[in-house]
């Protein structure tokens, strides 16, 4: 269980106000989104939880601790904004990388690396540079870069952000399918960035909305949608409602002084 109590960040020695008193929980099997206007803090939030950042104020706790920031790099699997995949590299040298920096010999980290690469649609392009994929695929290569460091708890910033609506779409049916499948044998949790309504209400549990920076949680919204989201309930009277919902709010806070 992940919460948040009060956490600020500032940059530029102070200048720049990027959150403000941000309190949120994730619990245990929880999908978590976190909904907000371009520069809010969105990523910042998620730098901060994943260890690459320390608050300046406020506590991050997990199962009711306090970690400091190398104890939270061990604890989640984070897939930033931008995919970094090493232009240099392979695909499958990029994916098995983080499992050689755990220390795993590099052939035992290719193979189990090699094992996921039909389920996640990235077969026969082992041997490709990441330019060689499309956006989708890439973004596919560093959510199993992720994946495969075996976290219980992931931190997903934008995962479709740069893709067309379809592909979109079916990634975001992917993503849901697959992350049912991986947690029907251990529990896991996600915190989701996303700035679109439409895919917080397809793939949450419950969503936060911040305001323009700096960043507060300006409200909390549960999607009582049932589980595993088939796309009835997606597209649902109720679903529709809880994303006009969530538009209306986000566009009033975007527009608010
Ligand atoms: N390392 C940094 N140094 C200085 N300022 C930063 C740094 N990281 C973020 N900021 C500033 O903090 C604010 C929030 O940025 P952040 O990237 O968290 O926004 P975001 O909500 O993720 O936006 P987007 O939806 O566009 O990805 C911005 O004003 C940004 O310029
Ligand atoms: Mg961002």
Same mark, same amino acid.
Not at 73 to 87: I, N, S, T, V
Not at 105 to 113: G, K, N, T
Not at 233 to 240: D, K, Q, V
């Given at each position: 269980?992940?919460?948040?109590?009060?956490?600020? /960040?500032?940059?530029?020695?102070?200048?720049?106000?990027?959150?403000?008193?941000?309190?949120?929980?994730?619990?245990?099997?929880?999908?978590? @989104?976190?909904?907000?206007?371009?520069?809010?803090? /969105?990523?910042? %939030?998620?730098?901060?939880?994943?260890?690459?950042?320390?608050?300046?104020?406020? !506590?991050?706790?997990?199962?009711?601790?306090?970690?400091?920031?190398?104890?939270?790099?061990?604890?989640?699997?984070?897939?930033?904004?931008?995919?970094?995949?090493?232009?240099? #590299?392979?695909?499958?040298?990029?994916?098995? %990388?983080?499992?050689?920096?755990?220390?795993?010999?590099?052939?035992?980290?290719?193979?189990?690396? &090699?094992?996921?690469?039909?389920?996640?649609?990235?077969?026969?392009?082992?041997?490709?540079?990441?330019?060689? &994929?499309?956006?989708?695929?890439?973004? #596919?290569?560093?959510?199993?870069?992720?994946?495969?460091?075996? #976290?219980?708890?992931?931190?997903?910033? !934008?995962?479709?952000?740069?893709?067309? @609506?379809?592909?979109?779409?079916?990634?975001?049916? $992917?993503?849901?399918?697959? &992350?049912?499948?991986? $947690?029907?044998?251990?529990?896991?949790?996600?915190?989701?960035?996303?700035?679109?309504?439409?895919?917080?209400?397809?793939?949450?549990?419950?969503?936060?909305?911040?305001?323009?920076?700096?960043?507060?949680?300006?409200?909390?919204?549960?999607?009582?949608?049932?589980?595993? #989201?088939? !796309?009835? @309930?997606?597209?649902?009277?109720?679903?529709?409602?809880?994303?006009?919902?969530?538009?209306?709010?986000? !566009?009033?806070?975007?527009?608010?002084?």
């Amino acid at each position: 269980m992940l919460a948040l109590r009060d956490v600020a /960040k500032t940059y530029d020695s102070g200048n720049t106000h990027a959150l403000d008193d941000v309190s949120l929980a994730v619990g245990d099997g929880e999908f978590v @989104a976190l909904v907000g206007p371009s520069g809010c803090g /969105k990523s910042t %939030l998620l730098n901060l939880i994943a260890g690459l950042d320390t608050p300046d104020d406020g !506590e991050i706790l997990v199962d009711g601790q306090a970690l400091d920031a190398e104890q939270r790099l061990a604890r989640f699997g984070y897939m930033p904004q931008e995919d970094l995949l090493f232009p240099w #590299r392979s695909v499958l040298d990029n994916v098995s %990388l983080g499992l050689e920096v755990q220390g795993l010999p590099r052939a035992a980290a290719r193979e189990r690396a &090699l094992a996921q690469f039909e389920t996640f649609g990235l077969a026969g392009f082992e041997d490709r540079r990441p330019r060689e &994929l499309s956006g989708g695929m890439r973004q #596919r290569a560093a959510f199993l870069r992720t994946v495969l460091l075996d #976290r219980p708890f992931l931190l997903l910033d !934008e995962p479709f952000g740069a893709l067309d @609506a379809i592909t979109r779409a079916q990634l975001q049916t $992917w993503l849901s399918e697959m &992350l049912a499948e991986m $947690w029907a044998q251990s529990r896991g949790s996600a915190l989701l960035v996303t700035h679109d309504p439409q895919e917080a209400v397809t793939l949450a549990d419950r969503v936060y909305l911040m305001s323009p920076r700096p960043g507060r949680i300006t409200s909390v919204i549960d999607v009582d949608l049932p589980r595993p #989201r088939s !796309e009835a @309930a997606t597209t649902s009277e109720h679903a529709h409602r809880l994303i006009d919902e969530l538009r209306r709010q986000t !566009e009033q806070t975007a527009l608010a002084p």
